[in-house]
C-alpha cells in the first residue's frame, strides 16, 4: 500500500528529528572507556605520570598539595561602574594574602574597551593605567605571580600586535615579557606545575561586535606547540591550561585544534576559561568534560558576579569551587573530591579509595576557629588542622566504596563567619553527569553552529519561496492543480506565501536580497580605525589580512530572523488580505491594515536602531555603503511602498489561481496528474 502523503510527511520530519537528535548527542557524549585508553597509552610513553595510587597515599600530611586562583572578565572601565575596579583593589589587598595562591590566572578582558555610548570600541588607555596601578598598589608580587592573559575586549581595534595601541605589552604584568602565549613553571616539593596561557585573540583584531570568536593561526600553535616541548623536556607533572576564550570559540588554522593540543599531553588536567558571563545567569556552572580527556572550566565574570574560583591540585586530584568575592570562610574539599569532576585517566587511580584522611582546605579573613565535617547522614567530626589552611579528619573510606554519597563541611572564623557547603563524592568512578546546556555550549563549535543557523533561516527564507512560485507556474500554465492542504491553518499560509511569489516586483527583490547576505559584502567601512575593510558573511577583509567567517554567520541569523522573516510573512498576509477584499469586490481600508502596518512600522524602526548601532559601531563610511543594515531597510520601506500601490493586474495570476469561482470552473477542466510533468 502507497504511503500517504501525510504519513510520508510525518516520517521525513520525525528522522529529520532523529538526525538532528543523534547529531546533538554526539557532540556532548563522552567514551569514559575509550578515554582512559587512550591516556593510558599516552602516559606510557611518558616517565613523569603516575595513575597509579601506589607510593602516594593521602594522610594528613601537607604535602604534595597546590592552591591556586582564577578571575576572569574584570573588564575595568572608565565610563562605566567604578566599583568593578575599586572590589578588585579589596580583592587584591585582602583575599589574596588571606589565601595565598601560587598564582592568580587572569584570564582576558581585563579593560572593557567599550565608548560610553556603550556601542563603540576601542583601547582607552587610561583604563590600562588604572589596571597597572592597581598591580602596583597591591604589591602582589609579595603575595603571588599574576598571569594575566589578553581576552577580545583587550584586542578591539588593534591593527596588529606590535602596534602602539596594543597597550597590554605596556600596562599588563606579563605583556612585556610574553605578549602572546606564555609558559609559567614552578616546583613544590618534588612536583612541578606547568601553566599554559593560550592567547587566541584575532590579528589584526576589529572593533565589536565581529571580535567574539577566536582563532589559532599557524604561527601561533607551532608557538604553542613549543611551549609544550618545553614542558615534556622539564619533566613537569601536572598542566593547567588557560585562556580568554572557551574552546568552542577557537578556531583552529590547520586540522589541529586547541582541544587536540591539549589532549596531547597526558598531565593535562583542566583548561580555564572566562568570556561566556554566564550567558546572564542562564548557565552559571559551566563546566563539562572534553572527549580528548581534560576538564573544561568557564568561570562567571568579575565585571557583574564579582566571582572568582579557588583551585587545588592534592596528590594529582583537581578540586575547585567557584566563589563570590566577599564571602568568608572559602571551604575547599580535595578528598574525596566532587563526584562530577573526576578526569578519567589523568588523575592517579584509587587514591581516594586508599586515603586516610578527609582532606579540606579552609581560608578566612581571621583565624578560622572550627571546621566540622559530615559524611552522609552521619554525626558531624572536628577536623584537625594540620598546617596552613589544611584541615583533616581520618575516615574509613571502604564505608563508602560503592555508589554516590555527601560530605558536608562546616567551618567558622574568629569573627563569627560561617558556611556550610556539601558535595557529592564516589569512590568508585560513579560520577553525575554534567547538565546539558553547559555541555552543548562548551562542547559544540560556537562558529558551526552560528553557521547551521545562518544556514537554516536561509533556507526557510528562500527555499519555500521558490517551491511555491515554480508551483504557481505551473499551476498557471495547467500542468498541475494547486495542492490542498488538510488543515486550515496550512492552507491559509500556503495561500498567503502563494499570492507574494505570484507578484514579481516583490517575489525576486525579497529572496534576491536573503541570497546576496551568503555572498555580501554587508558593509565597507573602519573595522579598525583608520583601516577600511569589507565585512562579509563568510569573513572579514581588513589591513591586507582575512578573519574566517564565524559571530558574523550570528549577525546575519539575527537580520533574518528578526527582519527578513517576519517581514515576508507580514508582506505575504497584506498582499493576500488586497487579494481577499478584491475578490469579494472590495477596496482595502486603514481598518483593515492596520495591524500590518503596525507590525512592519515595528520592523523598520528595529531595523533603523540595527543601522544606528551599526554606524556607532564603525562609523559612517559603513553605514552608508551597509546593504546588511541602511539598505536593506530602504528596500524594505520600497517593498513596502510596493504592496501598497500594487495595481490589480499584478495580482491577477494569484487570483486566477484562489479566486474559489475560479478554481471550481477550472476543477472540472483540468484532471489531476499523480506525477505531473515538467517542462
Known amino acids: 500500500m502507497a504511503l500517504r502523503k501525510n504519513t510520508l510527511l510525518l516520517l521525513i520530519l520525525v528522522s529529520s528529528f532523529s538526525i538532528f ?44 598539595l597546590l592552591w591556586f586562583l582564577q578571575v576572569t572578565d574584570t573588564h575595568i572601565s572608565i565610563f562605566r561602574d567604578p ?52 598591580l602596583n598598589k597591591c604589591d602582589l608580587g609579595n603575595h603571588t605571580v599574576w598571569l594575566d592573559i589578553r581576552g577580545n575586549h583587550d584586542n578591539f581595534n588593534i591593527p596588529d600586535a606590535k602596534s602602539s595601541l596594543n597597550y597590554y605589552l605596556q600596562y599588563s604584568e606579563q605583556g612585556k615579557r610574553n605578549p602572546r602565549s ?23 583584531g576589529p572593533r565589536r561586535p565581529f571580535n567574539f570568536v577566536g582563532m589559532l593561526n599557524h604561527e601561533e600553535t607551532t608557538h604553542i606547540k613549543s611551549l609544550m616541548q618545553q614542558i615534556e623536556d622539564s619533566g613537569s607533572n601536572y598542566t593547567i591550561w588557560f585562556g580568554h576564550y572557551p574552546t568552542s570559540c577557537i578556531l583552529s588554522w590547520g586540522d589541529e585544534n586547541i582541544r587536540d593540543l591539549i589532549g596531547e599531553q597526558p598531565e593535562s ?34 565585571m557583574e558576579n564579582r566571582l572568582y574560583r579557588l583551585l587545588a591540585i592534592d596528590h594529582g586530584l583537581l578540586s575547585f569551587v567557584d566563589l563570590k568575592h566577599g564571602e568568608w570562610p572559602a571551604i575547599l574539599v580535595t578528598n574525596p573530591k566532587h563526584a562530577s569532576y573526576h578526569i578519567t585517566g589523568r588523575e592517579p587511580r584509587g587514591i581516594m579509595a ?46 563508602y566504596a ?63 519561496l521558490c517551491a511555491i512560485r515554480y508551483m504557481h507556474l505551473q499551476v498557471r500554465g495547467k500542468k498541475m492543480q494547486r495542492p490542498k492542504l488538510h488543515l486550515h491553518c496550512l492552507n491559509l499560509w500556503l495561500r498567503r506565501l502563494w499570492v507574494l511569489v505570484s507578484v514579481d516586483r516583490i517575489f525576486y527583490p525579497l529572496t534576491l536580497y536573503a541570497v546576496y547576505l551568503t555572498i ?51 508582506l505575504a498576509c497584506f498582499l493576500d488580505q488586497r487579494l481577499m477584499l478584491r475578490i469579494k469586490g472590495r477596496n482595502e481600508s486603514l481598518r483593515d491594515s492596520w495591524i500590518s502596518q503596525s507590525i512592519f512600522a515595528v520592523i523598520v524602526a528595529l531595523q ?32 513596502w511602498y510596493q504592496a501598497a500601490t500594487l495595481p490589480d493586474h499584478c495580482l491577477k495570476g494569484a487570483r486566477d489561481v484562489w479566486d474559489p469561482k475560479k478554481s471550481r470552473s477550472e476543477a472540472e477542466e483540468i484532471p489531476i496528474s499523480v506525477n505531473p510533468s515538467v517542462e
Request: charged share 15%; hydrophobic share 45%.
Open 608 to 639: 533603523i536602531v540595527f543601522a544606528y548601532f551599526f554606524w556607532l559601531a564603525y562609523g559612517t563610511m559603513a553605514f552608508f555603503l551597509g546593504p546588511l543594515r541602511t539598505w536593506s531597510t530602504i528596500l524594505n520601506i520600497f517593498l
Open 182 to 204: 606564555y609558559l609559567h613553571q614552578l616546583t613544590n616539593g618534588n612536583t612541578r606545575y606547568s601553566f599554559l596561557a593560550v592567547d587566541a585573540c584575532l590579528e589584526p
Open 354 to 399: 586508599t586515603s586516610t584522611h578527609v582532606r579540606v582546605l579552609v581560608f578566612s579573613l581571621d583565624q578560622v576557629k572550627l571546621v566540622q565535617v559530615k559524611l552522609n547522614d552521619g554525626a558531624w567530626l572536628k577536623a584537625n588542622h594540620e598546617d596552613g589552611p589544611l584541615f583533616t579528619v581520618p575516615w574509613i573510606p571502604e564505608l
Open 520 to 570: 555580501g559584502p554587508w558593509s565597507v567601512g573602519a573595522v579598525i580605525e583608520g583601516h577600511t575593510g569589507a565585512i562579509f558573511a563568510w569573513g572579514i577583509i581588513v589591513n591586507g589580512s582575512y578573519l574566517p567567517g564565524s559571530f558574523t554567520y550570528a549577525y546575519g541569523f539575527l537580520q533574518l530572523l528578526v527582519v527578513q522573516f517576519p517581514l515576508t510573512l507580514i
Open 21 to 64: 537528535i543523534a547529531s546533538i548527542s554526539d557532540i556532548i557524549s563522552v567514551n569514559i572507556e575509550a578515554m582512559e585508553a587512550k591516556a593510558i597509552d599516552r602516559i606510557n610513553k611518558r616517565s613523569n605520570v603516575v595513575l597509579d595510587s601506589e607510593g602516594s597515599v593521602m594522610t594528613n600530611k601537607a604535602h604534595n
Open 402 to 464: 560503592s555508589g554516590i554519597h555527601q560530605i558536608h563541611v562546616k567551618a567558622a572564623d574568629a569573627s563569627g563567619r560561617h558556611r556550610i557547603i556539601t558535595h557529592p563524592f564516589s569512590l568508585d568512578g560513579s560520577r553525575l553527569s554534567f547538565r546539558f546546556l553547559p555541555r552543548f555550549v562548551l562542547m559544540s563549535n560556537i562558529s558551526t553552529v552560528f553557521q547551521v543557523l545562518f544556514g537554516l533561516l536561509l533556507f526557510v527564507c528562500v527555499v519555500p
Open 269 to 302: 588536567l583542566v583548561y580555564l576559561c572566562g568570556h561566556f558571563h554566564t550567558f546572564g545567569g542562564a548557565v552559571p556552572n559551566m563546566y563539562t568534560l572534553q572527549k580528548n580527556g581534560f576538564l573544561e572550566l568557564e568561570l562567571g565574570d568579575w
Open 83 to 134: 566599583t568593578r575596579l575599586s572590589d578588585l583593589h579589596s580583592f587584591c589587598r585582602l583575599t589574596i594574602p588571606a589565601i595565598k595562591p601560587a598564582v592568580v590566572l587572569v584570564s582576558g578582558d581585563l579593560t572593557d574597551a567599550k565608548a560610553a555610548d556603550n556601542m563603540g570600541s576601542a583601547q582607552y588607555e587610561q583604563e590600562w593605567i588604572n589596571y597597572r596601578d592597581l
